[in-house]
Each structure stands twice: as C-alpha cells, then as structure tokens.
C-alpha cells in the first residue's frame, strides 16, 4: 500500500461566528464548534484515504476560553496516525479577535475516522509517513489513546 505524508492531508478551515451560533450571553455554542471540528479532521480523512469516511469516535473536548460572536474561528486538521482502515485526526481550534488580532487556543480534539469502499464496507488505507520527531510523538500518543479505546470497547462488550 502506498505511504503519504501528514501534509498532503492537513486541511484548515475558518468562520465568523455570528449571532445565529451562539447562546443568549454571546458565547457560540459548543455544538457549532463540535460540528465544525468533525467537518475538518473528517476532510482530513477524506483526502488521506480518498475515499468517503466515517466518524468512529470523539475522544473528549474541553473548552479551554470561550468563543464569542465576531470571532474568526479557524480548525486546523491534521491525521496523526493510521491504522488498517481507521484514521485519527488531530484539531487545533484557534479563536481571532479580528479587531485586536489577538489569537487563543480553545481547544484541541482528536477524531477517529474509518474509510468506507464503494459499498461501504471499511477499507484499507495508505500508511502515514512522519517527517518530524514532533509527528512521531503524536503519533506514539495517538497509538496509546488507540489502545485505550480498544480496551473500553472490550469492557464495554462492543467488538
């Protein structure tokens, strides 16, 4: 199977929030920014595997700072390790006061993905090559966060 770099998937996405995402104090509700961080580690996947891809699992996403209306939010994506057919994604969400220009992390999320063929049965994908340290320690970590996952899974009683 053919190998790609984490590069020739890495996607960013960007949006102003407006007052249609957020709640009544003017903080945009973690739903949007969920549903936007699937969007891009789901992008991500696609382009990697190119092929349709599913979410498999959202591994837990705290909100570090809040995000408010008139933010530019930017999602940048990036897979961090493959398996057979599964991906995991890796999503930064930075908020911009475009009016200060002032930038904050609020927070970071990881996704698993799996491929889908033309019939939509799981398929394998190409292996993901590492050009820096900092990508083979994301990718160490991203081996135990897989192995924990299957763990729970099998405590759980799910295949």
Request: net charge negative; hydrophobic share 35%.
């Amino acid at each position: 199977m053919d190998q790609k770099r984490i590069s020739e998937s890495r996607v960013t996405l960007g949006v102003m929030m407006g007052p249609q995402d957020a709640n009544g104090y003017g903080n945009v509700h973690g739903g949007v920014i969920m549903k936007m961080v699937d969007e891009a580690g789901a992008l991500a996947a696609i382009r990697h595997a190119q092929s349709p891809c599913v979410t498999v699992a959202v591994d837990s996403m705290t909100f570090m700072q809040p995000i408010t209306v008139g933010h530019f939010v930017q999602f940048n994506a990036e897979l961090t390790y493959v398996g057979r057919t599964s991906m995991e994604a890796r999503v930064e969400v930075i908020a911009e006061n475009p009016l200060t220009g002032e930038k904050h992390l609020s927070n970071t999320a990881y996704l698993v993905y799996v491929a889908l063929d033309s019939q939509g049965h799981p398929k394998p994908v190409p292996e993901l090559m590492y050009d820096t340290p900092e990508q083979e320690s994301r990718a160490t970590q991203a081996q135990d966060r897989q192995a924990y996952r299957k763990q729970q899974r099998a405590k759980e009683g799910q295949p």
